[in-house]
Structures are given as C-alpha cells and as structure tokens.
C-alpha cells in the first residue's frame, strides 16, 4: 500500500493545525514563526505536486523573506495589542469569512472537469523556439515577459518608500535595521563558512535555471540571505543610500531588461519578444542582471531605513 496518501493526509492537517496556531497566538513572535512553519510546510505541498520551482519561491520568499520581515516588525510591536486585541465579534466574522473563502475555493476545485484543463500542452508545444527546457523559466521570460518585467520594476518603488521613513537628518546615511549582532563565535564563524557555499547554490540556481528548476528569484534571495548573514555578523557595512555603484545597480536588471524588450520590436516585431536563434543567451543574460538586481533590493529591503548610527 502507497504512503503517498497518509503523507499528503498528513501535510493538509498539520497546515491546517498551522493556520489555526497563527491566529490564534497571542504572542507576535508566536505568530511569526508559526506564518515561517506554515510557509516551508507550502514548500513540502508544491514539491508532492511536482511543482519544484514554485516550492523554492515559496521556501525562500513566502517563508524566508517574508518572516524575516515579519519578525523585524514583530521586535518593534508590543507582545500583545492595546487594549487586549480585536474583541469576539471580530474574531467570530474573520472566522466565518475565512471559512467562506475555504468553502468557495474548495467548490471551485471539486467543480474542475476530468481531466482538469491545463495549459501545458500549449505551453510544451511553444517551448523548442525559446531554446530552454525549463517550461517555468519558458513562461516567464517569453510568454508572460511583461508581468516578470513588472514584478521586478515594482520592487524599486518599494524600497523607495522604505527609504521614504527615514528621518530628514539621517537621509545619506546608512540603513540601520540590520545593526550588528553583538559579538558571537557561533555567527562569526557561520558567517565565514556559509557564505561560499550559499553563492555557489545561487550562482547554480541561476544558471540552471534555464533548463532545471530554479531562477533568479530563487537565486538572488539565497545571495541576499548570505549577504544579510555576513551584515548581521559584523563582516561587512551595508553602503550608504547614496552610492551611486549600488544605485546603478539596483536599476541594472530592470533597464537591461527593458532594453532588449525594446530591440526586440525591430528583431522580432514586438516589445520583449526574443529574436528566433537567440532566445535563450538573451534569457540566461535577463536572468544574470536581474539576480543582481532583485538580490539587491531583498537586502536593502531587510535592512530597513536610513538611520543615524551612534
């Protein structure tokens, strides 16, 4: 008898049980790592569905990213809310709204035709002229190019307004969430022994992106969590806002992009339409410039605002 079902019976209680933790807690700090728990067991969900590149998303932005930002928040929030948090009449229509939406999305999925319709035919079909292999990487780059330009672009007018809360008198200066540690040989030596071996599994997460599972997404948020590591551990400063090499930078990926979008009206006869024959170099080199760029906003998005240092 197949384990597959009791394990996927298994990963829908324990996601459930999650969610009802996270609501539940009084505790922020409780609630933040039961949100990271929820994320990485969402990972273990998309790989059962052979969905791996959106399971490394998941791992490494919906749970790693994301709580960090949340336990950031968390630090600077009292351990409860004023006055002893939302009363039972909230409580009671969040519930029942939450249940309505769980109730509507399991309708939907039950009502789905058999076989479900899917677009991976289509998709495998449009594949060969890209010269990639990977359908995930094929999609996002030549089919839908505008909406991963756009998910790039938007991550500049964030960090914008991050910057935005700094007080007047400390704009120019350095971000300052990321202060470090107080002196530990643990971190220390964890920042100088996995730092190599994390830009190794991102530089690899990039370039094979184009044909295995993996991308820039997954690779810049491994090298941006190497570089918040080595910040956090006193190894390194963060530059000021005003450095110019990091500001080229951050716009590096997006004007890159944009660029050959644009040169691909007169070569191919459309915006961000690749040139047949070379599809896949343009691909591979959009995927390098946009790593450096979305590691860069991930980093200085962790690292918060502008902020006077003693």
Known sequence: MSMAPAVDAGLALLILGLGLWIIAARSNFAAV???MTY???LALVWVRL???DVAMTEAALGAGLTGVL???AAARLPAEAPGGGPGAGLRVLVAVLCVGVAAALAGVVLSLPEPAPSLAPLVAENLPPTGVKNPVTGVLLAHRAIDTLLETVVLIPALIGVWALAADRAWGARPGALTPRPSSSSLT???QVLPPFGILVGVHLVWAGADEPGGKFQGAAVLAAMWVLVVMAGLADLPKVTNRLMRYTLVL???VFVAIGLAGIWTAGAFLALPAGYAKPLIVLIEVVLTLSVALMLGLLL???PKERA
């Open 70 to 72: 949340l336990l950031g």
């Open 50 to 52: 052979t969905a791996v």
């Open 33 to 35: 790592v039961g949100f």
């Open 39 to 41: 994320g990485l067991m």
């Open 253 to 255: 990926g997006p004007l």
């Open 189 to 191: 030596l964890l920042a």
């Open 303 to 305: 690292a918060g605002p």
